[in-house]
């Protein structure tokens, strides 16, 4: 983990829902530490992408300088070896919200059935209202399936977080939620099998039109390989 990103006090957080039981409220105690966590990567990314971009400024007014050829590699190296820093550290956090997005889906599952939609309402901090309409958009589709939480369901599909009245999802454990999906999808073999045949089902079976830029700025559809489609219904 990047040191440079309140360590002591990500440290401590750490082994505080380490210390947690398995209980109703110990799993309370980690989602509270989760958020206080994801906050403080949030600001230390945005520092960090403030920076970089300020150097990378920087490098660009030293070609203006009339200085030495010599000096000019010399300060040119120092500063792309802090920027090379700088986005390693951007990495670290990013590696580090995705763990904490997969614990919080352990977390989730874990509250299925043992609290009541009035304490998440309290734990997530979020509208009684959006809480009650994630319920009932929960229980008339996805309760009898049952592949998703419903806290997980609440605070990724129906973003339980917002007001509702924004044109975006937001909020910091839909964030985490979110980059979990992406890295799921891009950096695992199962997401990337999943990823795989979702796609192929709107194309074969939707008909989803996908399109390639050519050289010459030109849009052309992608016509798919013939494939057979095996229907198990």
């Known amino acids: 983990m990047n040191k440079g990103m ?3 006090s990500i440290e401590k957080l750490v082994k505080l829902m380490e210390r947690q039981p398995n209980t109703k409220n110990g799993y309370f105690n980690q989602i509270v530490a989760i958020k206080r966590m994801a906050k403080m ?23 203006k300088l009339d200085i030495s050829p010599k000096a000019f590699k010399e300060c040119e190296s120092r500063k792309q070896e802090y920027i ?6 951007r990495e670290a ?25 009035h304490e998440l309402t309290q734990v997530v901090g979020c509208n009684v209202n959006r809480m009650k309409e994630a319920r009932k958009n929960y229980d008339s589709i996805c309760k009898k399936g049952k592949k998703i939480s419903f806290l997980n369901y609440a605070l990724d599909i129906e973003n339980i977080e917002s007001n509702g009245s924004s044109g975006w999802k ?63 219904n």
């Open 41 to 63: 990567a949030e600001v230390e990314d945005k520092k960090t992408f403030h920076e970089i971009k300020l150097t990378r400024e920087d490098l660009e007014w030293l070609k």
């Open 6 to 8: 309140n360590y002591q």
């Open 84 to 89: 090379n820093r700088l986005e390693r550290s």
């Open 170 to 232: 937001e909020g910091l454990l839909f964030d985490l939620l979110f980059e979990c999906a992406i890295h799921f999808l891009f950096e695992t073999e199962e997401g990337k099998e999943v990823k795989k045949k979702f796609t192929d089902h709107l194309i074969y079976e939707e008909g989803l039109q996908t399109y390639t830029l050519g050289a010459d700025g030109e849009l052309r559809e992608n016509y798919p390989k013939p494939k057979l489609i095996v229907n198990n």
């Open 93 to 117: 956090i990013s590696k580090f919200r995705v763990s904490l997005g997969y614990k919080l889906i352990e977390l989730c599952d874990e509250l299925e059935d043992l609290a009541t939609d």
